[in-house]
């Protein structure tokens, strides 16, 4: 990567990347998350985003597109995009409120 600072945008891609790789890591194969991985990672980075989530097995299944039980990051991706998607319908909307 550039040597020049991130910008904040930047900074939170690398984030999503590096967290991903953080947890892919730790058991099992390094490029996929197994399911205990997924559970430290959400339990860890998205414990309030995914509070209301329910049962984490089934998030799992429902994002496992394979369904090889591992995420891959592309699977893991679907996720970032859902909850951003969530965060998109709540900031639109506090500004209808304005």
């Keep these: 990567m550039a040597a020049e600072p991130l910008t904040e945008l930047e900074a939170a891609i690398d984030t999503v990347v590096t967290t991903f790789f953080t947890f892919a890591s730790q058991e099992g194969r390094k490029g996929s998350l197994s ?54 319908k709540e900031k639109a909307l506090e500004m209808k409120k304005k």
């Design 35 to 88: 399911l205990n991985e997924f559970k430290e990672l959400v339990g860890q980075q998205l414990p309030n985003l995914l509070k209301d989530v329910g049962s984490l097995d089934e998030k799992m299944q429902s994002l496992d597109v394979n369904q090889d039980s591992e995420l891959k990051f592309s699977e893991y991706w679907r996720l970032i995009g859902e909850l951003a998607k969530e965060i998109r």
